[in-house]
């Protein structure tokens, strides 16, 4: 069944940069809106970006500008490209998809932003 695989996480400087990767098996993104969402410890999971079917993008104002949510040229992944990260960035990503009634979430990705 659908399932999907987030990385690309790790450790980077404020500045930095890094590209979270969410492969899925089971179902083809293109045909659905895909999003982003992060929690950071001991705060509610928050959405982060979003991308529709149509290719449309929505960002939380904390990261319009730094942040871009694309989909993949095979149509089963997508990307979010996270430019000048900064500490309050940290947080686990997931991707995440709405299926029907149904929503998939992904295992998270660690993203730290730390000196």
């Known amino acids: 069944q659908g399932r999907l695989v987030e990385s690309g996480g790790g450790l980077v400087q404020p500045g930095g940069s890094l590209r979270l990767s969410c492969a899925a098996a089971?179902?083809?993104?293109?045909?659905?809106?895909m999003d982003w969402y992060r929690q950071d410890p001991g705060k509610e999971r928050e959405l982060v970006a979003t991308i529709t079917s149509l290719g449309l993008t929505y960002y939380i104002e904390s990261v319009k500008g730094r942040f871009t949510i694309s989909r993949g040229n095979a149509k089963n992944t997508a990307y979010l490209q996270m430019n000048s990260l900064k500490p309050e960035d940290t947080a686990v990503y997931y991707c995440?998809?709405?299926?029907?009634?149904?929503?998939?979430w992904g295992q998270g990705t660690q993203v730290t932003v730390s000196s």
């Open positions: 089971g179902f083809t993104l293109d045909y659905y809106a």
């Open positions: 995440s998809v709405k299926i029907a009634s149904i929503r998939y």
